[in-house]
């Protein structure tokens, strides 16, 4: 366990949730209504996008279809489940305002995992940009419109 973490806080609705101030975070969260179109796509990672620098540190995220992928640190002081609840909700006005429809985009619960060490981060940024080739979206997952990395592979704070 790293040496910036302070206490480990569990909580839990259906899935656990831990959280370690100073953790870097793999999230996924999924739709609950039809896939998501090409520009839907974009307007969920600029979205996500936008919370960076504010509440966390973007590491890497991808926009598919169904589901999303994260990586990010939490800013001091700004929960994960703030972030998330952020970041889900206000995608969703955005998106039923695009599509003039009302409702539930997402489906309620996250999936988060604490990121452990520099050989699990290779392999979350890996996995996320493998998946839109996986799932025949693109050839070339570097230019896929819904894949966004910051270039770091470094699991170490620097803040």
Not at 59 to 76: E, G, I, S, T
Not at 128 to 153: C, F, H, V
Request: aromatic share 8%; net charge neutral; no cysteine.
């Amino acid at each position: 366990m790293d040496a910036r973490a302070t206490e480990l806080t569990i909580r839990r609705r259906r899935l656990p949730h831990w959280t370690i101030a100073g953790s870097i975070y793999f999230v996924t969260f999924r739709l609950a209504t039809k896939p998501l179109s090409a520009d839907e796509r974009r307007l969920v990672l600029d979205h996500i996008r936008s919370g960076h620098p504010e509440f966390y540190h973007l590491l890497a995220a991808v926009v598919m279809p169904d589901h999303v992928h994260a990586l990010l640190r939490p800013n001091k002081d700004v929960s994960l489940s703030r972030i998330m609840k952020g970041m889900k909700g206000a995608s969703a006005r955005k998106l039923n305002q695009a599509r003039g429809t009302r409702g539930s985009i997402w489906l309620d619960e996250s999936w988060d995992r604490i990121v452990r060490d520099q050989e699990e981060l290779l392999e979350k940024v890996n996995y996320m940009l493998d998946n839109p080739r996986k799932r025949g979206l693109t050839d070339d997952p570097w230019s896929y419109e819904g894949w966004q990395w910051s270039g770091e592979t470094d699991l170490e704070d620097d803040a």
